[in-house]
Nanobody, 120 residues
Framework: QVQLVQSGGGLAQAGGSLRLSCAAS????????AGWYREAHGNRRELVGG???????NYDDSVKGRFTISRNNAKNTVYLQMDRLKPEDTGVYYC??????????????WGQGTQVTVSS
């Protein structure tokens, strides 16, 4: 059974940086397209940005220019680099991905979530 395992995050001061990672647990599973989402203050989960299998990225306007999504296909891992953090970036961050294994698609998998707290 495949899982998306997140790591990173934690506490940062405003203006600081954090990095989140999202890796597929099974060695035979390849992350295809992926996205990062966040939930803040009990609000609905919102898209922060995404990356295609080819590495094309897109971002919500609220994080554009501050956050960077990247991938390391050799490690089967997707990253969210968060710079110039703001208190309003505080929330639980989730990765979401479609995966492939032996020609079979596994759609819409979620990581376990990671708390990011930015102090002012």
């Amino acid at each position: 059974q495949v899982q998306l395992v997140q790591s990173g995050g934690g506490l940062a001061q405003a203006g600081g940086s954090l990095r989140l990672s999202c890796a597929a647990s099974g060695s035979n599973f390849v992350i295809d397209a992926a996205g990062w989402y966040r939930e803040a203050h009990g609000n609905r989960r919102e898209l922060v940005g995404g990356i295609t299998s080819a590495g094309t990225t897109n971002y919500d306007d609220s994080v554009k220019g501050r956050f960077t999504i990247s991938r390391n296909n050799a490690k089967n891992t997707v990253y969210l680099q968060m710079d110039r953090l703001k208190p309003e970036d505080t929330g639980v961050y989730y990765c979401n991905a479609d995966l492939r294994s032996s020609g079979i698609w596994y759609r819409d998998y979620w990581g376990q979530g990671t708390q990011v707290t930015v102090s002012s």
